[in-house]
């Protein structure tokens, strides 16, 4: 079956970066693109950015926009979400979706988070 | 950017009534726009895209309706389920999640 899975929680120093990895499985990498959305504890839902499968194509939003860094590994279908110059307010959770080749579109399957504590 | 605005934040209901939650984009963005439940401690589902379209295995009682910059998620006959938040997406240009609305239990 489809399945995105992550690695799993991090905690890490304010200035500090975390990378996370989102292992896709059970369809064809390079015909979806991944978005990465994150979640701060109690709060909505906030658009990171997107890569594609198929060439690596990035977008990312603005409020990340030169902290962020999204890269694929092909041969194993994996996707990883670089940040870096960690702050407080960074702590929440972190997931990967797949969506279409197209960097904007609906997100049908989601990897389970990753949790990631910025703190001193 | 474009903005969602997603109205109410909090709706409170009964097992078996009709619900409707409004998101407004601040700027057109046609039909492309997807409707999510995310339950407590669990990752968004997606429920409805390119506004009214469903999502393989999701319940008929959820339906999606509107173009342009306003839109409706309509749930049908409320099930214990459906106790959740949900979330309105964007994604004419980049993509952009309205604040959530969180259907609670009267």
């Known amino acids: 079956q489809v399945q995105l899975v992550q690695s799993g929680g991090e905690v890490k120093k304010p200035g500090a970066s975390v990378k996370v990895s989102c292992k896709a499985s059970?369809?064809?990498?390079?015909?979806?693109?991944i978005s990465w959305v994150r979640q701060a504890p109690g709060q909505g839902l906030q658009w990171m950015g997107w890569i594609s499968g198929y060439n690596g194509h990035t977008n990312y939003a603005e409020k990340v926009q030169g902290r962020v860094t999204m890269t694929t590994d092909t041969s194993t279908s994996t996707v990883y979400m670089e940040l870096r110059s960690l702050r407080s307010d960074d702590t929440a959770i972190y997931y990967c979706?797949?969506?279409?080749?197209?960097?904007?579109?609906?997100?049908?399957?989601w990897g389970q988070g990753t949790t990631v504590t910025v703190s001193s | 950017d474009i903005q969602m605005t997603q109205s109410p934040s909090t709706l409170s209901a009964s097992v078996g009534d009709r619900v409707s939650i409004t998101c407004r984009a601040s700027?057109?963005?046609?039909?492309?726009l997807a409707w999510y439940q995310q339950r407590p401690g669990k990752a968004p589902k997606l429920l409805i895209y390119k506004a009214s379209s469903l999502e393989s295995g999701v319940p008929s009682r959820f339906s999606g309706s509107g173009s342009g910059t306003d839109f409706t998620l309509t749930i049908s006959g409320l099930q214990p389920d459906d106790f959740a938040t949900y979330y309105c997406q964007q994604y004419n240009t980049y993509s952009t999640f309205g604040q959530g609305t969180k259907v609670e239990i009267q």
């Open positions: 700027q057109s963005i046609g039909t492309w």
């Open positions: 059970g369809y064809t990498f390079a015909t979806f693109g």
């Open positions: 979706a797949r969506t279409s080749v197209s960097s904007s579109d609906s997100m049908d399957v």
